[in-house]
């Protein structure tokens, strides 16, 4: 035990020495006195936020085109995640059911800033890019969660209603989906949380939102501005992260 | 057969309220995000992502840009792993001074710590919130900037967002770790550290060790996405190559990075299993 | 002619035989119990008639139908003619009550009305008869989990009283009621056949309620016909080579009902 604990401790060791070493990052030269003076000139640029009342309204539409993006981005999500899910869960055959994990692992295998500069070269840039990258990913995150709830759900309930002459879709709807919707709902509720942080960075490669405003005015050097808004997105984080809190407890109090 | 007057559906008003409140919510929703899921099958953007797309096969697999893989590959981990150590630099003190179980002035006062110490808590506890609260992309974005392009912006953006994480975790569990003997070393007279270094950390060791390693995995995602902004690693070269259109240098990379996370995964899963 | 299986055999997946060399004649309009102990194929032969599973040999016709010739649309229109009454009814936990109960007759609407009627129930006239006959009408706007298992059954039993169906397959309907309710319920369930002249078969685990409602009683043993007669012909002897080696239950309380679990509804 102690020899394995005394190797893991070197090899762990080695491994941060030659990270260091491979990225031949000069710490001495970044916390040199002209580059540490540099930085604080940077530093204080964002110490007097800009809020005056115009740029608070464009950070203020920026946030709700964020809020728009991270809903609209889950909701279609959520849509394609079902209508995957179906085939996942083996619901129409063993070869759609491996087709469609397939396409799901694709979907949620790429992460969603690489989706977003995929969308950007194919619809422009702005929120559009932003709220499809969203719903390529979550879908693929949702999607095998609700194929994982539909094959956990009991199969009597819409069997029997096969039995009485129903539909597919009719014996899906009154017997399966009573059953699982409230795990869906708090599935999708769950990866909305996620998508408004994400939407918040999505911008970056102009995918709309606070991200692209913070893009534009830290490479217009407009610090004052940029601080105004990494202040918002801060303001918004803590926001849906107080928001989920209280949502959970109380379901968990239910 | 008609025994009882037929009641109304109790769940008929609320129901139609909740879809009216559904339908004011989307227009809005609709409109902010500009959605437009026709419009990427249609005229110009479908033909250019067609072309795009089509490049993707065969893959690039030339020695020269194998060989850029594979630096960025290293670039990648290196990140991940120096901006853990950094992170860990921060993170560590940080819990010592947040948490809660370290308090000499609770002992005598039924678990309650004197004023001064709850300040120093607080304000600490409240500068990890800000560190981890604003994502690690904004902070890489703000580090090229400050710092210029590059590995180094990349490090210290993880650093300091996981070391916000990891401060709040490492709190966490010293505080979940059964308090008595700590309680017994410090009452005997020993130092906070001596307290620490024999009475916590003993207990507190293997679920921190396999949380840091847990976050190291998610450091080698985040450094991939943060190459986007200019922080290097993999992620700057998925940027330059889809600018290029690159079709088969995008699906190569996108291979690399999948592969990449798919080991990460089973490293740390692998190391974290025998401690539990 | 109802029910008609010539020769009927049913194994089932893990190789049990369950149903051997099945001969049964059952007229339109009549009313039968099936009696035997657990394990006997009950339930099996309700399901083969339910159309639920096929036989592996024989013929089987029900309401003048081969199921298990070709044709979806087929099966699909036979099967809105049956209802099944299952002894757990399977019903979302969280559906309410009117829901379920409308649910019966899902074959027969359109998909635009089920999906219509899935947020706002339509025909609340029909499912509030149903439920008023079992005496449940103020459970209506209910969930299904907030009922008991007795209410549950009744439910299910409402369902397919909704259905409406030519033929009603009942599985151990009563099980989980007191015997007077137990009583009380069969008598709707046969009064309602009777009126409509739909055939019933009602697998029951009491003898004294198979002897008192039904004309005509089957007895199964290990997957075959002991015995089939009206019910003035049976004797104790029967009853006995019947449960032989079993425990007799000829006065078996409904204690041992089955109790529902509660994610099931």
Not at chain 1, 183 to 193: F, I, K, M, P
Not at chain 1, 205 to 225: K, N, P, R
Not at chain 2, 66 to 73: D, M, R
Request: hydrophobic share 50%; charged share 15%; aromatic share 8%.
């Amino acid at each position: 035990m102690r020899i394995k604990g005394f190797f893991a401790f070197i090899t762990m060791l080695a491994a941060i020495v030659s990270s260091f070493a491979y990225l031949e990052t000069n710490f001495a030269e970044l916390f040199s006195r002209t580059s540490l003076g540099q930085m604080a000139k940077f530093a204080k640029g964002f110490l007097s936020p800009d809020f005056s009342h115009a740029h608070l309204s464009t950070i203020g539409w920026a946030s709700l085109e964020t809020l728009a993006m991270s809903a609209m981005g889950t909701l279609v999500a959520a849509l394609l995640g079902m209508v995957l899910a179906l085939p996942a869960a083996g619901r129409l055959g063993s070869l759609f059911k491996a087709f469609a994990r397939l396409v799901l692992n694709a979907l949620r295998a790429v992460p969603e800033l690489v989706w977003a500069a995929l969308m950007v070269l194919a619809a422009g840039l702005g929120p559009n890019a932003g709220t499809l990258a969203l719903a390529l990913h979550t879908a693929g995150v949702l999607g095998r969660l609700f194929a994982e709830a539909l094959e956990n759900t009991p199969a009597a309930p819409s069997e029997a209603i096969r039995l009485a002459g129903g539909g597919r879709i009719a014996a899906f709807t009154y017997g399966t989906l009573p059953n699982v919707w409230p795990q869906l709902l708090a599935y999708t509720l769950y990866r909305w949380e996620n998508n408004i942080r994400m939407a918040t960075i999505l911008g970056f490669v102009g995918a709309g939102g606070l991200g692209q405003m913070l893009q534009i005015s830290l490479s217009l050097f407009q610090l004052a501005q940029a601080a105004t808004i990494i202040l918002a997105v801060l303001i918004l984080v803590l926001l849906v992260d107080a928001f989920s809190a209280w949502i959970r407890q109380r379901w968990i109090s239910l | 057969m008609l025994t009882t007057a037929l009641p109304r559906d109790p769940a008929a008003l609320p129901r139609l309220g909740i879809s009216l409140l559904a339908l004011l919510l989307l227009w809005p929703g609709f409109h902010l995000s500009e959605l437009d899921i026709p419009g990427l099958f249609t005229g110009e953007n479908a033909r250019i992502m067609g072309s795009f797309l089509a490049g993707f096969w065969p893959l690039a697999y030339d020695s020269e840009f194998l060989s850029i893989v594979g630096k960025a590959i290293l670039e990648t981990l290196a990140i991940a792993t120096a901006g853990m150590t950094l992170a860990w630099l921060v993170a560590f003190p940080a819990a010592l001074l947040a948490t809660r179980a370290l308090s000499v002035s609770a002992l005598h006062r039924q678990g309650r710590p004197s004023w001064p110490g709850q300040v120093i808590r607080t304000v600490v506890r409240i500068i990890l919130v800000v560190l981890r609260s604003i994502p690690e992309i904004v902070w890489a974005l703000l580090f090229v900037r400050a710092v210029g392009l590059g590995p180094t912006a990349g490090v210290l953006a993880i650093a300091i967002t996981y070391g916000g994480m990891l401060g709040k975790v490492y709190a966490e569990i010293f505080e979940s770790v059964p308090a008595d003997s700590t309680r017994a070393l410090l009452l005997g007279g020993s130092s906070r550290l001596q307290a620490f270094m024999y009475g916590l950390l003993p207990a507190a060791s293997g679920e921190m060790i396999s949380y840091t390693i847990y976050r190291w995995e998610c450091a080698i995602r985040a450094s991939v996405v943060m190459g986007f902004v200019g922080a290097g690693g993999l992620g700057q070269q998925v940027d330059l190559s889809l600018r290029m259109f690159a079709g088969g240098e995008v699906a190569s990379l996108m291979l690399t990075f999948l592969i990449l996370v798919m080991l990460a995964d089973l490293i740390s899963r692998l190391l974290r299993e025998p401690q539990r | 002619m109802s029910v008609l299986l010539t020769g009927v055999e049913l194994l089932h997946a893990n190789g049990h035989r369950a149903l051997s060399n099945l001969e049964l004649n059952i007229a339109k309009g009549e009313r039968v119990a099936l009696i035997g102990s657990s394990g006997a194929g009950k339930t099996s032969l309700l399901r083969l008639l339910a159309t639920s599973h096929k036989p592996t040999a024989g013929q089987l016709t029900v309401l003048q139908t081969n199921p298990w010739s070709p044709g979806m649309s087929r099966l699909k229109a036979l099967r809105t003619r049956i209802g099944l009454i299952h002894q757990a009814p399977p019903l979302p936990a969280r559906q309410r009550v009117i829901t379920a109960v409308l649910a019966g007759r899902l074959g027969q609407w359109s998909l635009w009305k089920s999906l219509i009627s899935l947020a706002y129930p339509l025909d609340r006239q029909g499912a509030m008869q149903a439920l008023a006959k079992l005496d449940l009408a103020e459970k209506l706007y209910q969930r299904c989990n907030q009922l008991s298992g007795g209410q549950l059954q009744r439910v299910g039993i409402a369902r397919v009283l909704y259905q409406a169906p030519e033929l009603i397959l009942a599985d151990e309907p009563v099980s989980a009621m007191d015997p007077v309710l137990a009583s009380h319920t069969l008598n709707i369930l046969a009064r309602d056949a009777e009126s409509r002249n739909a055939t019933l078969i009602a697998s029951l685990h009491s003898i004294d309620l198979a002897l008192k409602h039904f004309p005509r009683v089957i007895g199964l043993r290990q997957g075959i016909v002991a015995f089939d007669k009206a019910t003035p012909d049976i004797t104790p002897e029967d009853l006995e080579a019947l449960y032989v080696n079993e425990q007799l239950a000829l006065d078996e309380s409904p204690k041992t009902a089955f109790i529902p679990a509660t994610s099931r509804c």
